[in-house]
C-alpha cells in the first residue's frame, strides 16, 4: 500500500522561514517526479514546486520561485520544501504529490497525495 506523508507544518510569523516534508512508501519511486501543492481557504490547489528523480529538473510557482527551495533524497523517498521570507498569503495546507509522468504543473497527472500539513504565517 502507498503511503505519502507529509511533516513538518506549524505556525510562523511573516518573515520567518518553515520546512515541510514528506515520505512516499508502499513501492519502488525510481524514476518518480515529487511536488507540492497547496490550498488555502476558498480557493482551488495550486502547485507549488516539483523535482524529478534525478533532480536536475526542478519547477517552481512564481510566487514560490525565489523564496522556497525542494529538495530530495531518494535514498529515503524523501522530498522537502524550505519555505523562507514567508509571508501571509502562503498560509494554506501543503500537499506532497508523487507522480510517474506528466506535466508537473498539473495536478490531475499526480498518482499519490498525502493527507496535508497546515501552515499558518500570522504575527
Known amino acids: 500500500q502507498v503511503r505519502v506523508v507529509e511533516s513538518g507544518g506549524g505556525l510562523v510569523q511573516p518573515g520567518g522561514s518553515l520546512s515541510v516534508s514528506c515520505r512516499a512508501s508502499?513501492?519502488?519511486?525510481?524514476?518518480?517526479?515529487m511536488g507540492w501543492f497547496r490550498q488555502a481557504p476558498g480557493t482551488e490547489r495550486e502547485f507549488v514546486a516539483a523535482?524529478?528523480?534525478?533532480?536536475?529538473?526542478?519547477r517552481y510557482s512564481e510566487s514560490a520561485k525565489d523564496r522556497f527551495t525542494i529538495s530530495r533524497d531518494n535514498a529515503k523517498d524523501t522530498v522537502a520544501l524550505r519555505m523562507n521570507n514567508l509571508k501571509p498569503e502562503d498560509t494554506a495546507v501543503y500537499y506532497c504529490?508523487?507522480?510517474?509522468?506528466?506535466?508537473?504543473?498539473?495536478?490531475?497527472?499526480?498518482?499519490?497525495w498525502g493527507q496535508g500539513t497546515q501552515v499558518t504565517v500570522s504575527s
Open positions: 504529490a508523487v507522480q510517474r509522468s506528466g506535466s508537473y504543473f498539473d495536478q490531475d497527472r499526480y498518482d499519490y
Open positions: 523535482i524529478n528523480w534525478s533532480g536536475d529538473v526542478i
Open positions: 508502499g513501492r519502488s519511486f525510481i524514476g518518480y517526479t
